[in-house]
């Protein structure tokens, strides 16, 4: 027994509501069971229920025995004090609120269908990564759809929520927010950590000083990254390492400088290597155009795709790291690289920006553009895939993989309106 499981039983009524009675013998009628709180206090807020004569607006507290109100302190938090009913399925003990009143309860374990609790418990115990795998093709299309909409907005708004702090933490700049966020997202998972610590080591301001030169571009993100630290004749390595050694001087960076030991290379093809993005990074500054205003004026992805389309410099066409040439060409920044920093990047940037604004042009704009891309492959839509399910643009592959992610492998089933189709009682 889980108390989501209880939640799910009250929310939706599915248990025996004849002659209801409180464990004290008081009848009970429930008008409206109220609102799941998604915040700190009482599970349920807003319900309207009669107890005896007594007709009461107030608070539900659900647990799985009674007790769980003291172990969780209620009975001295006075923020609990306006629950009406409190929803258990044992009471193992009588309770009382913090100004010492009795609480009335309803005790739920001879109300409840059986074949309810079982089916639960077949799909959150299911062995499989997906716990509905097998009844997958039971549910209705509708209810899968509506299912990843409402994933792939909240997966939006929680990325968009973590671009709004990073804009608290700089001051309200929006280009140094996008930077910093598109800077992490050139490490493509692997290397997200030290790119974003790069970003946060180098402001963009200071690379846009230096945008028209990329020598210096690629001095101050090679410096600053740790890879200009050794000794070699090598020209082009030399020619970086005097560059940066001016301007981090000149900007005081040094005491910020990442060390070489913090990139990954290992089990990675030589175009996907830290050296390879950064010097990708660095053809999309030299470019000239600020991050931020370009992204948010530009409306469909086919100029984005353009926009991101960038050629490293000619010496990392054949090398893959310092000193390391490469006999075949390196490849450039390719298509689904490029989808990936639309994915990752512009659209959380177009959602917060859209929220920060109070504009829904933006999030509009974010939606249309995941759905003209195309789908993400990996292991997860692939699982999706083998179910049956068509994973044809960004905006499927997103939402099913939040969906994995946040609802599976959590086996929150009960909130996830596939799984609590397939939970829903037979009606005999």
């Not at 409190?86 to 009335?104: M, Q």
């Not at 050794?230 to 960076?253: G, H, I, P, T, W």
Request: one cysteine or more; hydrophobic letters at 40%; glycine letters at 4%.
């Amino acid at each position: 027994m889980t108390e989501s499981f209880l939640h799910y039983v009250w929310q939706f009524q599915y248990f025996d509501k004849h002659t209801l009675t409180t464990t004290a013998g008081e009848s009970i009628t429930i008008f409206n069971q109220g609102y799941r709180n998604p915040h700190a206090g009482p599970d349920f807020f807003n319900a309207r229920i009669r107890i005896d004569d007594m007709e009461w607006i107030g608070s539900v507290e659900i647990h799985i025995y009674a007790s769980g109100w003291i172990d969780h302190k209620h009975n001295t938090d006075a923020a609990y004090d306006n629950v009406v009913l409190h929803v258990v399925w044992s009471e193992d003990k009588p309770v009382r609120r913090s100004d010492g009143t009795s609480l009335p309860t309803l005790e739920l374990k001879n109300r409840v269908n059986e074949y309810l609790l079982l089916h639960y418990r077949r799909l959150v115990y299911s062995p499989d990564a997906i716990p509905c795998s097998s009844k997958l093709f039971e549910v209705k299309p509708i209810i899968v759809l509506s299912m990843l909409e409402k994933v792939l907005v909240e997966r939006l708004e929680l990325k968009a929520s973590a671009i709004l702090r990073m804009l608290e933490r700089n001051g309200n700049d929006w280009e140094e927010t996008c930077y910093q966020m598109l800077t992490k997202n050139f490490g493509f998972k692997v290397n997200n950590d030290p790119f974003h610590q790069l970003s946060l080591a180098l402001p963009y301001k200071i690379l846009l000083k230096h945008a028209d030169k990329l020598s210096q571009v690629e001095a101050l993100l090679f410096g600053q990254a740790g890879f200009l630290e050794e000794e070699n004749e090598d020209n082009y390595f030399v020619l970086l390492k005097r560059e940066y050694k001016l301007l981090s001087q000149k900007y005081q960076l040094s005491s910020k400088r990442l060390k070489k030991i913090q990139w990954r290379f290992m089990r990675m093809r030589p175009a996907n290597f830290p050296t390879i993005r950064i010097a990708q990074l660095a053809g999309l500054v030299h470019k000239g155009q600020k991050f931020f205003s370009t992204i948010t004026s530009i409306e469909d992805e086919n100029a984005l795709a353009k926009f991101f389309s960038v050629r490293q410099s000619e010496y990392w066409i054949h090398h893959y790291h310092f000193f390391k040439e490469f006999k075949k060409e390196i490849d450039t920044l390719g298509e689904e690289s490029i989808n990936s920093l639309i994915i990752n990047t512009v659209a959380p940037v177009l959602v917060a920006y859209g929220k920060a604004k109070a504009d829904p042009l933006y999030i509009n704009r974010a939606v249309s553009i995941l759905q003209h891309i195309p789908a993400e492959t990996n292991r997860i839509t692939t699982r999706w895939k083998e179910l049956g399910l068509n994973v044809k643009d960004a905006f499927d592959s997103q939402a099913m993989v939040g969906l994995y992610n946040n609802f599976c492998l959590k086996r929150r089933c009960l909130d996830c309106n596939i799984g609590a189709s397939l939970v829903n009682p037979v009606q005999k």
